[in-house]
């Protein structure tokens, strides 16, 4: 049933077919290569994670072995005073490390990962037996004893050192292997699938091959039809010749009508030719002149323009003075205001110098003291005094300010006016130049006026020239329009014609490039198709001949 529907097929379809199927195939490998990819990161994610936990592990076990190395150090420093807070602060340190070590003693990962645990569980024990000996040697003022524990103390440290560096690096490598493992079990998956669908798609692509060699009696078929569609185009590109033909004759007839509509239409535009000529030169005149009038107007607008800019300068400034002014009165009345405080302050600040001075001299010997504060009390008064003198002779500068600002101020009013004033009388007189051209102007339009009526009454007489011009137009429009249909009938049935003979052509083509190992089966099957299309290619010649001499004799 498969067989027979895949028979029916055409070769577009079949073509698709396997097209399809490498499409699928493709993106069906593509997929799950990105769905395997995916699986390895999820999976390198997971073992990155796990990786960074057994990290925290091994970094915590190192950092208590350098704890207790770091107790024991202080203990041989100060040679066993301390001891028993150090030991007793080594005990939680020890209990982390064992509780560390039976952690990774449970992993279950390689016998490597496991003795390496286990060397670095007993060296610690060691390093812990040691250590405790040494510092009780320093107790009990043992040096001889205890100086040669410290120095296996040491060794004993630099060889727990080692042992958690080698588990550390056991772990890593085993981890490596898991992941090389699993990434060359994904490769393997995808290179088969890979090379199962290339087998695949090969078999169904020779499948194809041998089928389509079943349709080239369809193709020939589809040759002999073409070549009689084109004859059936060529008798109607023969009847639209003849009727462009006939159109032809009635444009002539219409242009001949043209041609005398135009000759009666020469001698009045001769005329109008003429007032046109005048007209030019009065509007050429009329325009200097108007020029002239709009230089002379800008002037005047440019003058007025500076007027503004200069009374807005002028308020500008007025208002920067009084603004300044303000600031300055704010200033003084603020100075008379703290002159005032600082008047009451030294007044305030005398008379308890004064008092301190009374109340010292009534103590005596004690109230020396009191009398040199007294004294300090009044220098510090006589001191405000000179600050007040300042002050007031700040004020009395700051009115001087005030005044020069406000001379300042009417200087530059002065100033502004006489600018305005200037700018005014410049646009008086630019006035007057300006009413002075218009009037110039205004004469030279009159002048245009009486032309122009003369070339309206010229271009009265032209109205009925151009009527006739108008309906013999019409008519070569109608005409025209006439052989624009035709031509387009025309160009449609020749292009029809090249669209045959493109699929003629190309089903030759197709048949070369399909056909090279049946060529004496079709020979003999496809000889009279041959015949009659050497035949129909003579036809063709022929008509092709025709129309162009047809179209030599319409150019003529």
Known sequence: MGVLMFSQLTIRNRFFILNLIGVVSVFLLGGITVFSFFNIKKFLIENNLKLKKKNQSFIQLGLDLEKT?????????????????????LKAIEKDVTSTLNRLEKENIDENFKKAVKNARGSYEKMLETGKKTALAFLNGNKET?????????????????????????????????????????MSYIFMLGLFLLIAGGIL????????NFTLNNISREIYLSAERNKKVTGEMQEISERLADSSKALASSVLETVSAVDEITATSEQSNQYAETSVSKVKGSEEISEKGQQKVLEVIDAMNGINQESLSLMNNVKENNEKISSIVKIIDNISEKTNIINDIVFQTKLLSFNASVEAARAGEQGKGFAVVAEEVGNL??????????????LAESVEQVNRLVLEANQCMEDVLKAVKFKVESGVELAKECGEILAEVVQNSKEITSVMTEIKNASEEQQTGLTNISKAMRLIDEHVQKMEEISSESNLCVESLGDEVLILRRHVASLNTLIKKQEGKLEEEGGASKKDMASLEKEIESNDSDLEEHQETHAA
């Open 69 to 89: 190395d770091a107790v024991f150090n202080v203990i041989i420093a100060s040679q066993g005073k301390g001891s028993l807070s150090s030991l007793s602060e």
């Open 205 to 212: 692509g020779f499948i194809l091959y041998k089928k389509t």
């Open 146 to 186: 205890a100086l040669p524990l410290a120095e296996k103390l040491k060794k004993l440290s630099s060889e727990n050192r080692k042992n958690v560096k080698e588990i550390s690096d056991v772990f890593l490598g085993y981890q490596k292997q898991i992941i090389f493992r699993y990434l060359d079990t994904s």
């Open 381 to 394: 008064a006589q001191l405000s005094g000179v600050a007040a003198k300042e002050i007031k002779e700040m």
